[in-house]
């Protein structure tokens, strides 16, 4: 669960990225796909349209967010991994009597 996290991260900064240059016509659609998607009460413009907004200023900071995030679990992850490596070792002599 917490590997995901970098990757959701990751993929808002995208989003961001790509709503920030859209042309004015493709992001106004964009927008009402989006409400389309969310029920009546929640479709209000006062609700997506900041929140675009917001995505698109703080992508960059979500970028390298992500991208330490990623790091640090990706580190984690040889930390987890070289734990059991001595048990296997030990299994491997067992069996082949090395």
């Given at each position: 669960m917490v590997a995901m996290f970098p990757l959701v991260i990751a993929v808002m900064a995208i989003l961001g990225y790509i709503a920030g240059n859209l042309d004015p016509a493709v992001y106004q659609?964009?927008?009402?796909?989006?409400?389309?998607?969310?029920?009546?009460?929640?479709?209000?413009?006062?609700?997506?349209?900041?929140?675009?907004?917001?995505?698109?200023?703080?992508?960059?900071?979500?970028?390298?967010?992500?991208?330490?995030?990623?790091?640090?679990?990706?580190?984690?992850?040889?930390?987890?991994?070289?734990?059991?490596l001595p048990i296997c070792r030990f299994v491997e002599r067992v069996i082949y009597g090395r």
């Open positions: 659609n964009l927008s009402h796909q989006i409400e389309n998607i969310f029920p009546s009460v929640a479709s209000s413009q006062n609700l997506i349209r900041p929140a675009l907004q917001q995505l698109e200023k703080d992508s960059g900071i979500l970028g390298i967010l992500a991208i330490i995030l990623a790091f640090f679990n990706g580190s984690r992850l040889f930390v987890f991994t070289a734990k059991p």
